[in-house]
């Protein structure tokens, strides 16, 4: 198993163009999360998703948008892209079990810096 | 979710024994509480996961006493390879719980040769 993966490792964007990052993962989890992890700072929740076609906001929603189209992808879209959004990106699964989000899956991560 | 209080860092040196505390004043009964640990340019990795007395895996211990307001992790004789960020969380396990994690500053160990 390759457990969770994140498409693009890195990388770099001018203010105001768009991206959007890839997760994957293949262990059959329901429940999906997007990150973002500035210096020297805990991780802080964007969005996630119980399920397939799901998605919900998490603490720092606000510039980002998400799609769970199938249920082993989870993409994390910016519009336009500002400096402030300059961090790194975890992608994130857990468990479909009731009560088992407690224990989630992270991905490497993507460095995201714009200029 | 209930707040976690834990040092911002700690120094150790390989072969001791580190505790780390965490304070969580405001547990609630369906609360558990969690550890994870991050390497630099990792992800986030659980390492353990407890609700009350002792629990002991391959990679940690963690000490949780009667009242539940606070937990220690215990890493045993360290290594220079432990050195990483110690989150500690407490969450709902309960039914329904859709599994939203509050992530501190954490703590940061250096463990020195």
Known sequence: NAGVTQTPKFRVLKTGQSMTLLCAQDMNHEYMYWYRQDPGMGLRLIHYSVGEGTTAKGEVPDGYNVSRLKKQNFLLGLESAAPSQTSVYFCASSRPEAGSGLEQYFGPGTRLTVT | ?113
């Not at chain 2, 860092?9 to 369906?30: F, K, L, P, R």
């Not at chain 2, 640990?37 to 211990?61: D, L």
């Not at chain 2, 220079?80 to 703590?107: E, M």
Request: aromatic content about 10%; some cysteine.
């Open chain 2, 1 to 113: 979710l209930a707040k976690t209080t834990q040092p911002i860092s700690m120094d150790s040196y390989e072969g001791q024994e580190v505790n780390i505390t965490c304070s969580h004043n405001n547990i609630a009964t369906n609360d558990y509480i969690t550890w994870y640990q991050q390497f630099p340019s990792q992800g986030p990795r659980f390492i353990i996961q407890g609700y009350k007395t002792k629990v002991t895996n391959e990679v940690a211990s963690l000490f949780i006493p009667a009242d539940r307001k606070s937990s220690t992790l215990s890493l045993p004789r360290v290594s220079l390879s432990d050195t990483a960020v110690y989150y500690c969380l407490v969450g709902d396990k309960s039914s329904g719980n859709t599994g939203k994690l509050i992530f501190g500053q954490g703590t940061t160990l250096q463990v020195k040769p």
